[in-house]
């Protein structure tokens, strides 16, 4: 019995099997396999291109689809085994490529793309020279390039370039640099190379700054001594041909230029000489290169017991500053200098009252802090008020042009003439004037056929009440149309009464 069972099963088996044999075949999978170039199905191909193989591991016969113009393959088809080969040029362009290919073997199929980098570039759109002066400056160097990051290697000049920024704009990037200011005696420079990954030929650009163009006296740069006869032995240090004057007190002997040191210096003795003197008097020596000041030395004589003014002005500071009349001293305080003392005359402006130009002075405040000035001449600038009366010797006013004065007053100095000569363009823009002085015999405040008397003139009225000796006043205004804009002369009785006075009719004489 149990032969007879496994019979029957031997039967049915075989039985199965020829049933299977006898129904339609059923296809087996394909395979296609890439290694190595291929990395997770890319070829990363670098600018310059080349060969790249790619071994081909199928289950039948492979075949290779694809088109590119800068990519080639070896074999269009090929067994399992053989190697199949990707030839690439190189990439010109700036920007990076791709081409892809497929690998077929029965119904499988394996994509490879060729990922091509650009060719990295830098072209310098700008100048490769650079020439900037001693003072802080920026560079900007233009360049046309497709890195990422621009990298520089400053050549030794890390303290004194620095990188500020990199920008892109209209296609370019414009690198710049922040160049600081020299203390150099001598010229500097640097090459800056300029590059980035990937980029084959760096830019260089030279970049030089000029010395800092110097002049100085060793040791103290403010000499300051007594009234005694003075000899100051200097060494003066320089990296250029300096030239210099000095006021008439000072004298000078120089000794031989040395050549320029391992510091850009070069050097030379001299010997400044001076006179006693009475009171102080001081000057700035300006060493000077061509119209350029590069240094300067100040010497000052100096009066133990010095003599000090006031003066509200900044301009007629300057003034008496360019002069050697005084030393600022600390705000409108100055230290009046041995010139200043002793002078009998100053003129303030022009003393030609047909000066076109107006000096910006606009008050004399502190002129009275000079003790020996006798005569002043004030024109052709913008003083509102002239008071004299407390200078200690003033014997002469001399007035020219002066448009915007308001107030004359004289107190009781030996002056007896007041005129305030008028010029071509000569016009008053005040309303009203007043006249004080205990001597002034004549005043003179005429205008006759002057264009501009009427045309800008705003003047109304003039007061000499407080002229008790006044014997003639001629206030004779008009332009070349007969038009006059003066209405009023002030006056006391008394001087109504005896003063000689010459006007136009329309002139009223009002008594006070």
Same mark, same amino acid.
């Given at each position: 019995?149990?032969?007879?069972?496994?019979?029957?099963?031997?039967?049915?088996?075989?039985?199965?099997?020829?049933?299977?044999?006898?129904?339609?075949?059923?296809?087996?999978?394909?395979?296609?396999?890439?290694?190595?170039?291929?990395?997770?199905?890319?070829?990363?191909?670098?600018?310059?291109? @080349? %060969?790249?193989?790619?071994?081909?591991?199928?289950?039948?016969?492979?075949?290779?689809?694809?088109?590119?113009?800068?990519?080639? *393959?070896?074999?269009?088809?090929?067994?399992?085994?053989?190697?199949?080969?990707?030839? *690439?040029?190189?990439?010109?362009?700036?920007k990076s490529r791709t081409a892809t290919f497929k690998v077929f073997s029965a119904d499988a199929v394996q994509a490879v793309t060729l990922v091509q980098s650009p060719m990295y570039k830098m072209s310098l759109v700008s100048e490769d020279t650079v020439q900037v002066s001693s003072d802080a400056n920026q560079?900007?160097?233009?360049? *046309?390039?497709?890195?990422?990051?621009?990298?520089?290697?400053?050549?030794?000049?890390?303290?004194?370039? =620095?990188?500020?920024?990199?920008?892109?704009?209209?296609? =370019?990037?414009?690198?710049?640099?922040?160049?600081?200011?020299?203390?150099?005696?001598? @010229?500097?420079?640097?090459?800056?190379?300029?590059?980035?990954?990937?980029?084959?030929?760096?830019?260089?650009?030279?970049?030089?700054?000029?010395?800092?163009?110097?002049?100085?006296?060793?040791?103290?740069?403010?000499?300051?001594?007594?009234?005694?006869?003075?000899?100051?032995?200097?060494?003066?240090?320089?990296?250029?041909?300096?030239?210099?004057?000095?006021?008439?007190?000072?004298?000078?002997?120089?000794?031989?230029?040395?050549?320029?040191?391992?510091?850009?210096?070069?050097?030379?003795?001299?010997?400044?000489?001076?006179?006693?003197?009475?009171?102080?008097?001081?000057?700035?020596?300006?060493?000077?290169?061509?119209?350029?000041?590069?240094?300067?030395?100040?010497?000052?004589?100096?009066?133990?017991?010095? *003599?000090?003014?006031?003066?509200?002005?900044?301009?007629?500071?300057?003034?008496?500053?360019?002069? @050697?009349?005084?030393?600022?001293?600390?705000?409108? =305080?100055?230290?009046?200098?041995?010139?200043?003392?002793?002078?009998?005359?100053?003129?303030?402006?022009?003393?030609?009252?047909?000066?076109?130009?107006?000096?910006?002075?606009?008050?004399?405040?502190?002129?009275?802090?000079?003790?020996?000035?006798?005569?002043?001449?004030?024109?052709?600038?913008?003083?509102?008020?002239?008071?004299?009366?407390?200078?200690?010797?003033?014997?002469?006013?001399?007035?020219?042009?002066?448009?915007?004065?308001?107030?004359?007053?004289?107190?009781?100095?030996?002056?007896?003439?007041?005129?305030?000569?008028?010029?071509?363009?000569?016009?008053?823009?005040?309303?009203?004037?007043?006249?004080?002085?205990?001597?002034?015999?004549?005043?003179?405040?005429?205008?006759?056929?002057?264009?501009?008397?009427?045309?800008?003139?705003?003047? %109304?009225?003039?007061?000499?009440?407080?002229?008790?000796?006044?014997?003639?006043?001629?206030v004779m205004r008009y332009n070349s149309w007969g038009e006059s804009s003066l209405r009023y002369l002030y006056m006391t009785a008394a001087q109504a009464e005896s003063v000689s006075v010459t006007k136009l009719d329309k002139v009223e004489i009002v008594v006070k």
């Open positions: 019995m149990k032969k007879f069972i496994s019979m029957m099963a031997m039967a049915m088996v075989m039985l199965w099997s020829c049933q299977e044999k006898d129904g339609p075949e059923v296809a087996a999978p394909g395979k296609v396999e890439l290694s190595g170039s291929v990395t997770d199905g890319q070829i990363a191909v670098g600018p310059d291109g @080349g %060969e790249f193989q790619v071994n081909v591991t199928s289950s039948e016969d492979w075949r290779v689809s694809g088109i590119s113009d800068w990519v080639t *393959v070896s074999a269009e088809s090929g067994k399992s085994g053989q190697p199949l080969t990707f030839t *690439v040029m190189p990439n010109d362009d700036t560079v900007a160097v233009k360049l *046309v390039s497709n890195v990422e990051e621009v990298s520089v290697d400053f050549g030794g000049a890390e303290n004194w370039v =620095k990188l500020n920024n990199v920008s892109d704009a209209l296609g =370019k990037k414009i690198v710049l640099f922040d160049v600081s200011r020299s203390q150099e005696f001598k @010229g500097r420079s640097a090459v800056l190379t300029l590059s980035g990954e990937g980029v084959t030929e760096p830019i260089s650009v030279f970049v030089s700054q000029a010395q800092r163009d110097t002049a100085f006296v060793e040791g103290e740069q403010s000499i300051i001594k007594g009234l005694e006869a003075l000899s100051l032995n200097l060494v003066l240090k320089s990296n250029v041909d300096v030239t210099y004057s000095l006021p008439s007190w000072l004298r000078k002997t120089e000794g031989s230029v040395t050549e320029k040191d391992d510091t850009g210096l070069k050097t030379q003795e001299i010997t400044l000489t001076a006179d006693a003197s009475s009171g102080s008097r001081g000057t700035t020596i300006s060493f000077r290169s061509g119209s350029k000041t590069v240094g300067s030395l100040f010497v000052k004589q100096q009066n133990p017991n010095p *003599v000090f003014a006031e003066i509200p002005d900044e301009n007629l500071r300057y003034l008496l500053e360019s002069k @050697g009349w005084i030393i600022p001293d600390d705000g409108i =305080k100055c230290e009046l200098l041995g010139d200043a003392i002793n002078a009998t005359s100053l003129v303030i402006g022009s003393a030609d009252p047909n000066s076109y130009s107006s000096d910006p002075i606009t008050s004399i405040e502190g002129l009275e802090s000079l003790p020996n000035l006798e005569s002043l001449t004030v024109g052709c600038v913008n003083v509102e008020k002239i008071d004299v009366s407390n200078y200690p010797k003033l014997n002469e006013l001399n007035l020219a042009n002066l448009n915007r004065l308001s107030e004359i007053n004289t107190g009781n100095r030996p002056i007896t003439h007041i005129k305030n000569a008028p010029g071509t363009y000569s016009y008053i823009q005040i309303q009203n004037i007043v006249i004080k002085g205990e001597n002034i015999v004549d005043i003179d405040y005429s205008v006759i056929n002057n264009y501009y008397v009427d045309y800008e003139s705003a003047l %109304e009225s003039i007061d000499v009440t407080e002229c008790p000796k006044l014997e003639s006043i001629n």
